[in-house]
């Protein structure tokens, strides 16, 4: 079984900045793309970033030149770097991975549990 544990969200100025971790656990083999989604009261989900296992990224116009997404392969882990925060980056932030496991070499797709992230003064 795998599991995305994220981390890292909180409350903070516009203009600030917060950095999303997220690591996969489990039986893992390999992860294709990684991605973050988020979701704002009343709006549907939305892809802000992703990334591939080769390093190919893929940005939201809304967050382009302002979030930066990474991955470490050797720990499993994806990141999000948010530089310069507006209240409209408020919203539930997901990590979204496509996860291949040593069960039977198939991609399946698991999702985090949410981070609140929240841009107020």
């Known amino acids: 079984q795998v599991q995305l544990v994220e981390s890292g969200g909180g409350l903070v100025q516009p203009g600030g900045s917060l950095r999303l971790s997220c690591a996969a656990q489990?039986?893992?083999?390999?992860?294709?793309?990684m991605g973050w989604y988020r979701q704002a009261p009343g709006k549907q989900r939305e892809l802000v970033a992703s990334?591939?296992?080769?390093?190919?990224?893929n940005y939201a116009d809304s967050v382009k030149g302002r979030f930066t997404i990474s991955r470490d392969n050797a720990e499993n882990t994806g990141y999000l770097q948010m530089n310069s925060l507006k209240p409209e980056d408020t919203a539930v932030y997901y990590c979204?991975?496509?996860?291949?496991?040593?069960?039977?070499?198939?991609?399946?797709?698991?999702w985090g549990q949410g981070t609140q992230v929240t841009v107020s003064s």
């Open positions: 489990g039986t893992i083999f390999s992860i294709n793309t």
């Open positions: 979204n991975a496509d996860v291949v496991s040593y069960s039977d070499y198939r991609g399946y797709d698991y």
């Open positions: 990334i591939t296992n080769s390093g190919s990224t």
